[in-house]
């Protein structure tokens, strides 16, 4: 078991090491540059000498090549480098921002898992009834909704007509109502789909129907052999769709002025801040691979299989 | 027959949408751009403004129209690029095999670690606002899905018997790829290519409402969106329509993406949920 985590955190490494690598090529071909955005910002020319000791002190100056090197060696002992705008460490900026981040995942993560599993096991188990239909209906709606505008319209009715409950903002669990309905809608929907589609597949299976046939009552059946196996397929849906919620909450969290890492990335985005970019986007990876790796020894966890093989 | 009720009901939405695209300047009522009246702002819906006025006094089914034009070319450019690029190292990948296998599937998995929302985000900053930077940043972003079945496909396909007829005849790597592997694997990548488009056109909507794709004051559903926030009391309107035309373009183009999988795709039915 030991053996297996270490296997999967040392198979993270490339890939890390790989994001890293093409996010910092990305930037270096950047045409405009941090200086250059301060310049443009209507309030005139700057010093040459100015603009000079800045791209030394940023270290802009060096080649590209030396520059990779340097970050590379500096992501190792956990330094994502100095903030460009603020001129704080990247680090913590992002521990800053991380536990808000995380809140609103969580929650969201939570809320798509509780409703969209019982809701697309449910639909399965009567198949083509009204249910299902309209379980599906409001599945393939749920995809198709603009996270934002799913906000916009959860803001207008429940704070700014109704004033149950804030608009935005950052406080206890009431902040965290709508922004975690606003995205977790969509992940919702897809577990549904999927939970439906996985006992769909399962319930006829052979062991299933020698379930039945030896005399086992329904209940048994579905809890114990069609649950069991149906929820190892959903398990890898749920470990994506976690690992990219973090990315995704860009927009509700700009809407709802959430202090999460999607702020700071858009600020930074806009102010050409490259090693907050870098940083913020490197913490969303390492989020991604760390959920789903965690989600790879799930499996190991339930499935005796996998575990034998 | 409910996979009939799909293929029409989505076709049917996604058909309006390019009926106001293509038609746009026959339906809209006033300039979308141009035609602002700060004296008529934010009037509700009515005869004058079938969906309401925005806050400068611009009519919103116009600007909603014509808004159909930008996510649409959106949509399907960049799935395009995304599809070309997909398939072109997909099957490469598959069919050749080895150091080049591994460098794509390699590439694939960084690009698959990278929530794409993020990397367009980026890439907008390189490139700066505007609608070809759009087109170029989810036009890289969101090829990965096709280049994967595209590459498998690939790898099962070139041991048939037929692929293997056309290499003894003589055939090249490209002509063998063109014409024996890309027309039995196009169902599934079709397929992927109609999802892939309402993933563009959220993507396009959600970069213009941050500020960073379209700018103001031409009319795209997201940047018409960002204008709603600040006045959602005022004028709720103003949210609600571009809001309903990006959630029914969407649905269309995903009810037509699940109708053609039953038909083109029929075995990767629990494949791709």
């Keep these: 078991m030991l053996r297996l985590i270490l296997k999967r955190v040392v198979n993270m490494v490339p890939t890390i090491a790989g994001v890293a690598l093409v996010v910092f090529v990305l930037f270096s071909v950047i045409p405009g540059s941090f200086i250059s955005s301060l310049m443009d910002d209507g309030r005139g020319g700057m010093d040459p000498a100015v603009v000079e000791r800045m791209r030394r002190e940023l270290g802009l100056d060096d080649p590209v090549a030396v520059r990779i090197v340097r970050y590379l060696g500096q992501l190792v002992v956990g330094d994502l480098g100095t903030s460009f705008r603020t001129r704080e460490p990247v680090t913590r900026l992002i521990g800053q921002r991380l536990g808000a981040s995380l809140e609103l995942t ?148 700009k809407l709802f002025s959430w202090p999460g890492l999607g702020g700071l990335l858009v600020d930074s985005v806009v102010q050409r801040d490259i090693p907050a970019v870098q940083g913020g986007i490197l913490v969303i990876v390492l989020f991604f691979l760390v959920i789903n790796m965690l989600v790879d020894i799930a499996y190991v966890v339930i499935d005796p299989r996998i575990r034998a093989g | 027959m409910k996979m009939r009720a799909n293929l029409w009901i989505g076709g049917g939405f996604f058909a309006l949408a390019v009926t106001a695209a293509l038609l746009a300047p026959v339906l809209a009522t006033h300039d979308p751009v141009l035609g602002a009246d700060l004296m008529r702002s934010e009037e509700p819906p009515g005869r004058e403004f079938w969906f309401g006025s925005d806050t400068q006094g611009r009519d919103i089914w116009s600007r909603v129209v014509y808004g159909a034009r930008i996510s649409l070319t959106v949509g399907v450019v960049s799935q395009l690029i995304n599809s070309v690029i997909g398939t072109v190292l997909g099957i490469t990948a598959g069919y050749w095999g080895g150091w080049w296998d591994d460098l794509v599937s390699g590439l694939t998995n960084i690009m698959l670690a990278i929530p794409s929302l993020i990397f367009a985000l980026a890439i907008m900053a390189i490139l700066g606002p505007g609608l070809f930077s759009l087109l170029i940043a989810l036009g890289l972003t969101n090829w990965t899905f096709t280049c994967r079945i595209a590459r498998a496909q690939a790898m099962a396909l070139k041991s048939q018997g037929y692929v293997q007829a056309a290499k003894v005849m003589g055939s090249g790597d490209l002509s063998i790829m063109l014409r024996e592997l890309l027309p039995n694997m196009a169902g599934p990548l079709i397929v992927i290519a109609t999802l892939g488009m309402g993933g563009s056109i959220l993507a396009e909507a959600a970069l213009s409402f941050l500020g960073l794709g379209i700018q103001p004051p031409f009319p795209s559903w997201g940047s018409m969106l960002s204008d709603a926030r600040d006045n959602i009391r005022a004028v709720p309107w103003l949210a609600a329509f571009p809001g309903l035309a990006i959630f029914f373009t969407v649905l269309g183009l995903n009810l037509l993406g699940d109708g053609l999988r039953d038909i083109l795709d029929p075995q990767s039915r629990s494949r791709l949920p």
């Design chain 1, 106 to 253: 969580f929650a969201a993560m939570g809320f798509a898992m509780l409703v969209g599993i019982p809701l697309g096991f449910y639909a399965a188990l009567r198949p083509g009834s009204l249910i299902d239909t309209a379980a599906m209906i409001a599945a393939v709606s749920g995809l198709s909704l603009p996270k934002f505008w799913l906000g916009l319209m959860l803001m207008y009715l429940f704070a700014e007509y109704l004033h149950w409950l804030p608009s935005f903002g950052y406080g206890g669990w009431e902040h965290l109502i709508l922004p975690a309905l606003a995205l977790g809608v969509s992940p919702m929907a897809l577990l549904a789909r999927t939970t439906r589609a996985s006992v769909l597949e399962v319930i006829n299976a052979d062991f299933v129907r020698t379930a039945r046939s030896k005399g086992m009552s329904e209940t048994r059946v579905v809890t114990w052999h069609v649950a069991r196996n149906a929820l190892l397929l959903v398990l890898t849906t749920v470990g994506l769709q976690f690992g990219a919620l973090m990315g995704q909450a860009v927009v509700v969290e």
